[in-house]
């Protein structure tokens, strides 16, 4: 194996989370910050959050619901 290649190991690297929790794991930063964690991500939490990014749901209902109406219309106009 070749020297000197490698980062440095840290076995005492701080990780933060946004949520306060803070805790110690080995890494080659000797400190990283997170979003999320175990104490505060929905899967360990059993929480159900909805995450609604930019209006995705509301863009996704419009699109499928033009889909139906423009399926519609043709039925409309043989009758």
Avoid: W
Avoid at 12 to 29: P, R
Avoid at 40 to 56: I, K, M, N, S, V
């Amino acid at each position: 194996m070749k020297e000197k290649i490698h980062p440095k190991y840290y076995p005492d690297a701080q990780v933060l989370c946004s949520c306060g929790n803070s805790f110690t794991t080995g890494s080659t930063k000797k400190s990283m910050r997170v979003e999320l964690c175990a104490k505060c991500h929905p899967f360990f939490t059993g929480e159900r959050r909805l995450l609604d990014t930019a209006g995705r749901v509301e863009r996704f209902k419009r699109r499928y619901e033009t889909k139906d109406k423009a399926e519609a219309k043709p039925e409309a106009k043989k009758e």
